[in-house]
């Protein structure tokens, strides 16, 4: 883009990119200028060029931790010297009132080495790194400035939560920790039971009235009676069809587990921020 003012000087920018030419033929191989390099120029009228620089390859995907960008900020061909270089996350300089965004580097004075910027500090998605190399004369101020847009993923908002909300219910539950402690072994160290037991009712051969004794085995009856009522009052299982009702350790294992989550419903409400 080409700007002229009504005074007449003019104000044009233009990038520069490497080309990596491979024609054969014997052809002598020859390197112009060491790569990596994508460069943004601002020339002015009476500070030509001012150069913004970045020297490192460019991600080819979503960035994490800590992501270092070799830059070069100052004059470029002919141009007067850097007075100021700035490197910022994300800025709306036309915004009212002016947004910076996160400035990560900002000196007088030109700048060529490292920027190491803390992704963890961003939200996951979409950013602009921005360069600026900025030359004050006379007519005003002439600057370089270079965006990459890039892209953050550090575990992304959903990991986060689990995490503050997982230290939320710790902190929160630490003062009834010790009483939970007790529920639980107080409930495994009662003693098993069951439920209940059946009632031993008489077999029917004890009620029976004898009216043909030749016919009745009175030893083997007598014999069977003691081993029928033992079985009939036996102890009935947990899930057993003729209790019809879980058994006491069972029961108290769902009872203490239902007091704990109470307990810990009424930490956590009574933990929140802001509550009084």
Do not use: C
């Not at 100021?84 to 915004?95: E, G, K, L, N, T």
């Not at 602009?128 to 953050?152: C, E, M, P, Q």
């Not at 009216?211 to 057993?240: F, Y």
Request: net charge positive; glycine share 12%.
């Amino acid at each position: 883009a080409t700007v002229r003012s009504p005074t007449g000087d003019i104000g044009y920018t233009s990038t520069g990119w490497q080309a990596n030419l491979a024609n054969g033929g014997g052809r002598p191989v020859q390197v112009y200028r060491t790569p990596p390099f994508i460069e943004a120029r601002g020339w002015y009228t009476g500070t030509n060029y001012e150069n913004a620089r970045i020297t490192s390859a460019l991600p080819i995907g979503p960035v994490s931790g800590l992501w270092t960008v070799g830059v070069r900020l100052a004059a470029g061909s002919g141009g007067t010297a850097a007075d100021h270089v700035m490197v910022s996350i994300d800025p709306h300089f036309h915004a009212v009132p002016t947004d910076r965004g996160k400035v990560v580097f900002e000196q007088n004075g030109s700048y060529t080495g490292p920027i190491t910027i803390d992704t963890t500090t961003l939200s996951d998605g979409p950013h602009r790194l921005f360069l600026r190399t900025d030359s004050t004369v006379a007519s005003g101020v002439g600057s370089g400035v270079l965006v990459i847009n890039f892209k953050v993923a550090n575990g992304g908002i959903g990991a986060v939560a689990s995490a503050v909300l997982a230290s939320s219910i710790v902190q929160t539950s630490l003062p009834v920790l010790p009483w939970l402690t007790v529920l639980v072994v107080l409930a495994l160290l009662m003693p098993r039971r069951s439920a209940r037991r059946r009632i031993a009712r008489p077999l029917a051969s004890d009620l029976m009235p004898v009216t043909r004794p030749e016919a009745v085995d009175t030893d083997r009856a007598h014999r069977a009676a003691p081993a029928a009522r033992a079985a009939r009052a036996a102890p009935v299982g947990p899930l057993s069809s003729g209790s019809g009702r879980l058994g006491l350790p069972r029961m108290n294992l769902i009872v203490i587990g239902l007091l704990m989550a109470a307990v810990a419903t009424i930490a956590l409400v009574l933990g929140r921020p802001g509550r009084r």
